[in-house]
């Protein structure tokens, strides 16, 4: 646009490969069966139940198919969408980068995409139809005579939106610094069922007028504020530097040559859902309602009650089958934010120049440097999987309490010293 204002702008749009498929496109619905008949005999050959021999030519043709050796009653349902879509996103933005002089520079930009067809697994043997508590959600089921189901639908849908700005100044004068501000939002109606947490299945499905868009909330891994700072900087002391510049072999070595590194993190929390504390349905989840007026965030909000437990109430059971009144299924997804991650890692470096083709370097790392532990939601423990007892019941004594960190083991400060020769 102008010597010193540059625009930068991008659209595309890119298809995921059904080779990352949860199920593959083989496993027709409604069911399939797994038959396994091991060599159990080190060199000899497998053979059936009739005492025939399975070879490469004849294969498994020594397996008697009859009904009771494939007794579908009971088992469960698995499969995919019979028309397959392919998931694609579309990403698009548009960023404004300025010169401030020679060295800094400044650059804000809007950046967003938009994911249609995500896989997801649903369990297409549920009811179509509100169940009060104490019935048979399996018998209103479309397949009662089937157990549950695994089945991969293409019907996910998720949105970002970011705000990012970005300030770098380059090295100069033994100084480099690069900040960046990140303002986003990202929402989803897609569960990752392979990262399993206090979330991991929809409430209805296949309600009519419900359905998987009804849990469409904050993204799991959204963030929406994050800041970093990193830098290196070079200490002007020693021998052709602003301080000390004449000095001595014996000063320079001592003094000079010193430099410093650092990452600064400071990022918001990521969200998370409380259930409801009991049952108000039969064979449907269920979401706890805010209370009006009652900030979820109030009272001590530290690793003992992260979350006001009077914010948070259980709807109305369900007394009618077939009620038109949805209120029993709750509130929405995401109702509350975790505690944030800050983290500050740290280096500090002294060159020992040697000769003219070799130098010694001194290297002391300092990984969380203030030993700040980055507490997980509460409801996560064990590597943020297993779900601690009461942590999301509203009703409990230990709601809201936080029993894990999300670095684990390697959360604490970790210190470490090496040498490096060059040359």
């Not at 970005?166 to 990752?192: K, M, Q």
């Not at 399993?196 to 409430?203: D, E, H, K, P």
């Not at 010193?258 to 998370?272: E, F, K, S």
């Not at 259930?275 to 965030?297: E, I």
Request: hydrophobic share 35%.
């Amino acid at each position: 646009m102008t010597p010193k204002l540059v625009l930068r702008g991008g659209y595309g749009i890119f298809y995921g490969g059904f080779e990352n498929s949860a199920l593959l496109t083989y496993n027709d619905f409604p069911f399939q069966f797994n038959l396994n008949y091991p060599n159990l005999t080190p060199d000899a050959p497998i053979t059936f139940a009739n005492g025939s021999i399975g070879t490469l030519s004849t294969g498994l043709t020594g397996i008697p198919l009859t009904s009771a050796a494939a007794e579908p009653g009971g088992v469960g349902l698995i499969g995919e969408d019979y028309h397959n879509k392919t998931p694609y996103t579309q990403g698009y933005n548009l960023t404004a980068q300025y010169q401030l002089t020679k060295n800094d520079t400044v650059q804000a930009g809007y950046v967003g995409n938009t994911v249609r067809h995500l896989g997801v697994y649903v369990n297409p043997n549920t009811p179509r139809e509100i169940l009060p508590l104490g019935l048979s959600a399996l018998a209103f089921s479309p397949y009662p005579a089937f157990s549950g189901s695994t089945y991969t639908s293409f019907a996910g849908n998720s949105h970002y939106n970011g705000l990012q700005t970005n300030y770098e100044h380059r090295f100069s004068a033994g100084l480099s610094v690069l900040a960046n501000f990140t303002w986003s939002s990202c929402l989803t109606d897609a569960i990752d069922v392979l990262n399993a947490t206090a979330l991991t299945s929809y409430r209805a499905p296949f309600l009519p007028g419900f359905g998987i868009h009804k849990d469409y909330g904050r993204c799991d891994f959204d963030v929406n504020k994050v800041v970093h700072l990193s830098g290196i900087y070079e200490l002007p002391i020693g021998k052709g530097k602003r301080f000390m510049h004449d000095s001595g072999r014996a000063v320079d070595a001592l003094f000079g040559g010193w430099a410093m590194n650092w990452i600064l993190t400071l990022q918001d929390g990521q969200p998370g859902t409380v259930p409801c504390a009991t049952p108000t349905t039969s064979g449907f989840g269920c979401y706890a309602v805010m209370v009006p007026g009652q900030d979820p965030s109030a009272g001590p909000h530290n690793v003992d009650q992260w979350l006001n437990p009077a914010a948070f109430t259980t709807p109305s059971v369900a007394t009618t089958i077939g009620q038109n009144d949805y209120s029993p299924l709750g509130g929405g997804p995401s109702q509350f934010r975790g505690p944030g991650f800050h983290r500050l890692d740290f280096s500090l470096f002294k060159q020992f120049v040697l000769t003219e083709r070799f130098r010694l370097e001194f290297r002391s790392e300092f990984f969380n440097l203030t030993n700040h532990p980055n507490f997980s939601n509460p409801g996560l423990a064990g590597n943020g999987v297993v779900a601690a007892p009461g942590s999301l019941d509203y009703t409990s004594g230990s709601f809201g309490k936080i029993t894990s960190t999300r670095d684990g083991q390697n959360d604490q400060r970790e210190i470490q010293f090496a040498l490096k020769l060059y040359f």
